[in-house]
């Protein structure tokens, strides 16, 4: 090791051993990929909240619910996940009434089954990317970890063959070891903070949702003994 060799990042990058290069392309790999699952949930984080708030607000605007019932199913690709729970519940509900289901407790359990099963699925499609934040945040570390741990072991083999050993020997081979650790930080931070944030705005996503299935069966549930109101009138 020449001490007066380049100690700048990319000479200690291309000056480490095959094995810690292999860890800094994974850390790059990880950390290039993470950035792009926190734009892109970013974005679809923000048009599911947009979506469900347009919705909420169009059915308390006191629109029948066979309007909302017929504009939802047109949406049902371009619509939000509130809206496409909504139309679930609601074909339900539609479906044992035409079937002359008269138990308002079978009406209901139908229609909350339906319901739940429509939010699972699209919490499912909200949480997409999450556990992926959650892995690169929690691994990252220690790929960054063993890649220095590999890197010092490389470097001492190295010493044991100088006669000398100063500082200015010495500091090369340790300082291309901690860029490892270095790298797994740089790609932990960033996916660690997204998924806590992202966490917190799908729990809201979800609390809001749940509440607007009990909101609605409750509709439903006041309107069951009146079949033309459950599903042509305002509430």
């Known amino acids: 090791m020449n001490p007066s060799q380049d100690m700048s990042i990319l000479s200690l990058v291309l000056q480490a051993s ?11 790999a990880g ?5 792009a699952t926190i734009f892109r949930k970013a974005m679809a984080i923000k048009r599911v909240r947009r979506l469900n708030e347009e919705f909420e607000e169009d059915f308390w605007s006191g629109n029948s619910l066979n309007d909302l019932y017929t504009r939802a199913t047109q949406n049902a690709k371009s619509g939000g996940p509130m809206e496409r729970i909504f139309a679930s519940g609601m074909r339900e509900y539609r479906k044992l ?24 699925r699209e919490m499912d499609q909200v949480e ?43 500091a090369p081979g340790i300082a291309e070891a901690l860029v490892a650790t270095a790298m797994g930080l740089f790609a932990a931070i960033p996916a660690v903070t997204a998924y806590n944030r992202y966490a917190n705005h799908i729990d809201r996503i979800a ?8 909101e609605f069966s409750n509709i439903l549930q ?10 042509a009138s305002g509430h």
């Open 18 to 28: 095959w094995v810690v290069q292999l860890v800094m392309l994974i850390l790059v």
């Open 222 to 231: 006041r309107n069951i003994s009146s079949p033309a109101q459950a599903s």
């Open 97 to 120: 009434r035409e079937r002359q289901v008269q138990s308002a407790t079978t009406l209901m359990d139908g229609t909350r089954r339906a319901m739940r099963a429509s939010f699972q």
């Open 128 to 170: 997409m990317g999450l556990s992926f934040l959650g892995t690169v945040g929690s691994v990252s570390p220690y790929i960054g970890l063993f890649g220095t741990v590999w890197g010092v072991m490389h470097a001492f083999t190295g010493f044991a063959s100088m006669e000398q050993l100063t500082l200015a020997t010495v």
């Open 207 to 214: 609390n809001a949702q749940e509440t607007f299935v009990e």
């Open 31 to 35: 950390s290039v990929a993470s950035w």
